[in-house]
């Protein structure tokens, strides 16, 4: 059932780049905040309003670089990863043996969360008041979720912290979209 975020991130990713290439990324590689940013941002650039009205009208060309450029991004990682990996992991891990402890791999994952965070919160939150709200109402109800989950027998919660808060934020922009719209 935890995977329940990633069924729902599929169908929202199915409407803005069609069933084929969205069950490829998702199933074999890729991130559907990465996705759906990259389409919007590429979308912008050659002139359409959104991802879904490019997807309604483009030309193959248009959605090949679409396709492209996506890949590119998310195979950059392996690419880098593949012959500098083992050499980090290794560094990583003897850095953490020499300090007496692992806080090394803590503050590294921190700063990489931080990073992520510094990137995808401002494009949501600057971009547009619908993304923006239902940003927010998807962190509302996760912190819900956590709260309800630290309560005795309900420790269950805890792996559906995403699926919730993921449903309830898609169910809150059709409201959003009124709203807004």
Do not use: H
């Not at 990137?119 to 940003?135: E, K, R, S």
């Not at 927010?136 to 912290?161: D, E, H």
């Amino acid at each position: 059932m935890p995977s329940l975020s990633i069924v729902v991130g599929l169908f929202v990713l199915i409407a803005v780049l069609g069933s084929v290439w969205a069950w490829w990324r998702l199933s074999v590689i890729g991130s559907l905040s990465y996705e759906t940013m990259i389409s919007s941002s590429i979308a912008q650039v050659l002139g359409y309003a959104s991802s879904a009205e490019m997807l309604e009208s483009a030309t193959g060309r248009q959605f090949g670089v679409v396709m492209i450029l996506m890949s590119v991004g998310m195979l950059s990682g392996f690419l880098i990863l593949l012959p500098f990996g083992k050499k980090l992991c290794k560094s990583v891990d003897r850095s953490a043996a020499e300090s007496g402890g692992s806080t090394w791999k803590n503050v590294l994952s921190g700063v990489f969360m931080l990073v992520m965070f510094s990137v995808y919160i401002p494009i949501l939150l600057f971009t547009d008041n619908v993304q923006a709200a239902v940003m927010i109402t998807g962190l509302v109800i996760a912190i819900g979720v956590g709260v309800l989950a630290k309560r005795p027998g309900l420790a269950w919660l805890n792996n559906f912290v995403m699926a919730f808060s993921m449903l309830g934020g898609l169910v809150s922009s059709l409201a959003w979209v009124r709203i807004f719209g």
